[in-house]
């Protein structure tokens, strides 16, 4: 009887280990052509902010708001961090669209499109404005 007791027990503790590992979300990963916002841009993003060009930000079709992604050139490898805050590209074939200064960071202005892969970054650690600055 007392072996069933264990069993029982080992299997409990087995079951929540794999349900915890399973519930680490692995980072988002995807690849494809990027475009980038035109430079006479000027207007509002989906997310209600107003489009500004020196920011680096982008927009994807499905991805939250405030997602943090870095935005690899695969020819280059260069790279920048940027935050979801619109909707689109809309053109069959895109998987993001990139503000002005994240291209120009890429330096991509010159070719248009590119080829990059994108991984979702963790969260920005939050600050408030009590906290000293870091020296």
Request: charged share 25%; glycine share 8%.
């Amino acid at each position: 009887m007392q072996w069933k007791v264990w069993l029982v027990t080992g299997l409990m503790l087995a079951g929540g280990i794999a349900s915890a590992q399973a519930a680490v979300k692995a980072p988002m990963r995807f690849a494809g052509i990027a475009a980038f916002y035109d430079t006479n841009y000027k207007g509002r993003t989906a997310s209600g902010e107003h489009y500004d060009p020196s920011k680096f930000t982008a927009a994807h079709k499905t991805l939250p708001f405030g997602t943090r992604l870095r935005v690899t050139d695969t020819r280059t490898k260069r790279s920048v961090v940027v935050v979801i805050n619109d909707r689109g590209p809309f053109t069959k074939g895109r998987v993001i669209d990139l503000s002005l200064a994240a291209a120009k960071e890429l330096r991509m202005t010159q070719r248009g499109l590119i080829k990059v892969t994108a991984t979702e970054e963790p969260a920005a650690p939050f600050k408030t404005a009590a906290e000293p600055a870091a020296r």
